[in-house]
């Protein structure tokens, strides 16, 4: 079932987020990851967002997801993401149609 990365950001070092996001993209191809969202502007709707920036990255199912945190490709790039922005991640399902 296809299954969804949503990650909400606040980047707290804009020059080491941009080398992070430089590499992000080479680490899904592995594990069918495309992306959905990823900045851009948005409106909240209801209710309250701490963080300014979502992405939305599209996976086969959450075992890709999963399997593309914890890959070899991805630790790096980790760990400049933890480095330069505070993030909530979450993998969910996503609805067969």
Do not use: C, N
């Not at 909400?8 to 680490?27: G, H, I, N």
């Amino acid at each position: 079932m296809t299954a969804y990365m949503i990650a909400q950001v606040d980047v707290t070092d804009p020059e080491k987020f941009e080398a992070y996001r430089a590499l992000v993209p080479a680490t899904l191809e592995k594990y069918g990851g495309e992306y959905i969202v990823r900045g851009g502007d948005m409106a909240v709707l209801e209710g309250e967002m701490p963080f300014p920036r979502v992405v939305v990255i599209q996976f086969p199912d959450l075992d890709s997801i999963k399997r593309w945190h914890a890959s070899e490709e991805y630790a790096m790039p980790l760990k400049m993401r933890q480095a330069s922005a505070d993030s909530v991640l979450i993998g969910v399902e996503g609805v067969d149609a």
